[in-house]
């Protein structure tokens, strides 16, 4: 693995600027794209000081309003006297971008009740009618279904092993139901960003139904680990990379044990290629880039902080915005760059502090990545989270898409 310091940002970045040089290509000019129009996707929770009329949607194709819940078997807002205005402010949004599609997701993590929802086809039938008249009441372009997980329990949730097939059959009846429309709906579902999820899940009929899986290749080293590592990165490593780390030695168990399936690092282009080899059309793939990132104490200087056991976590998540200002202005972060996971990373030795996330460079690179693979384009958790200057991450994957 290299891992080059600071003055190779601005080497990354003259190559960013130069179209001579496609980002994340190792071609030349002549690089093919095989999908020169991704999606750029947005979640978006609201937020007091980030109104819909101060959002740059004419950087988006997609903007996911999050989320509604299951509430008594529907898809509701907790709070429609709050939620309420405030999508439909997100809505008239679409006179400045006429294409832009709003979308609005139920679920998200933590969110139950969806085993229960799926069960019969009594139960999807009252949700799937509920859904309906949400989108007719807001006149929204579609929904996304952010269920964490079908078979799987996330933060407690009822799991069931009927799950994997009654998942299918909701994804079945939504696709039905949005066809019913006079103008197209779009259906999507965000996905884990590792494989074992994709055991519960009968990929080949889903994506029958859906326009898009949104994966979510966050959280990849995740808010409950000691140790220090890339929580999104787009690389495809191996454990030759991590061999002799305490992170390498530490997946390593994992597998051993049996609690993980693969003894390598997971990133994007890994779930990526797994997906494809799976049969999934890879134009219905995107991927996702991290708006915040994590932050480690008590962690060593070896290898700058990078897979290393810490004292635990300082910060669980913290927003990009916060980032630029509070550490990336600060000169005790240094900021490294991760050729082989292609994702940057910052060290405060005084401080032994380590800071995992996406920056300019990274998101530009995601882009490009599923441009010349094909992909359907990139999505992101959370706008909100970006910072509200010029240059942000948004800026980056605008400028990635369009040069």
């Keep these: 693995m290299f891992q080059g310091r600071f003055f190779l940002v601005f080497l990354l970045l003259a190559i960013a600027c130069n179209p001579q040089n496609p980002i994340g290509s190792e071609a030349d000019n002549d690089t093919k794209l095989l999908n020169p129009n991704p999606v750029i996707m947005a979640y978006y929770v609201p937020e007091r000081n980030f109104q819909p009329e101060e959002i740059p949607v004419e950087k988006l194709t997609h903007i996911i309003f999050s989320f509604t819940q299951v509430i008594d078997g529907e898809m509701k807002f907790r709070n429609p006297e709050n939620s309420g205005p405030k999508l439909e402010a997100l809505v008239k949004q679409k006179d400045r971008n006429p294409d832009l599609k709003v979308m609005i997701a139920c679920g998200g ?3 139950d009740g969806f085993s229960d929802m799926a069960l019969t086809e009594e139960s999807r039938a009252k949700f799937i009618q509920s859904a309906r008249d949400f989108i007719v009441e807001y006149q929204l372009d579609g929904m996304d279904m952010d269920w964490e997980y079908p078979g799987i329990s996330g933060a407690g949730t009822k799991a069931r092993d009927e799950d994997k097939q009654n998942f299918t059959a909701l994804m079945k009846g939504l696709r039905e139901m949005l066809d019913s429309f006079e103008s197209p709906k779009v259906l999507t579902f965000a996905s884990a960003g590792w494989k074992r999820y994709f055991d519960f899940v009968e990929m080949e009929k889903v994506m029958k139904y859906a326009d898009f899986t949104n994966v979510m ?5 995740s808010g409950v680990s000691i140790y220090t590592g890339h929580h999104t990165p787009l690389g495809d490593m191996t454990s030759e990379e991590v061999k002799e780390t305490p992170f390498g030695a530490h997946l390593d168990s994992l597998y051993q044990n049996g609690q993980n399936m693969d003894p390598h690092p997971r990133s994007a282009q890994k779930i990526v290629d797994f997906l494809i080899e799976e ?4 134009k219905q793939i ?3 880039g991290a708006f915040y990132g994590r932050v480690w104490r008590g962690v060593p200087p070896a290898n700058n902080g990078l897979y290393q056991l810490s004292g635990g976590l300082h910060i669980g998540w913290m927003a990009y915005h916060r980032i630029r200002d ?5 000169a005790s972060f240094e900021r490294f760059w991760d050729e082989k996971a292609q994702a940057p990373y ?13 920056d300019t460079v990274s998101v530009a690179l995601k882009t490009r990545y599923t441009m010349e693979k094909g992909l359907g384009g990139i999505m992101f958790w959370e706008l909100g989270n970006d910072t509200k200057e010029e240059g942000s991450l948004l800026d980056a994957i605008y400028k990635a898409a369009n040069d």
Excluded: C, H, K, R
Aim: hydrophobic share 35%; no cysteine.
């Design 286 to 288: 995107v991927i996702g």
């Design 326 to 330: 509070e550490y990336e202005a600060d």
């Design 346 to 358: 910052m060290y405060n030795q005084q401080d032994s502090l380590f800071v995992s996330y996406d």
């Design 279 to 282: 049969g999934v059309n890879p």
């Design 109 to 111: 993590w933590g969110a």
């Design 217 to 221: 290749t966050y959280d990849q080293v």
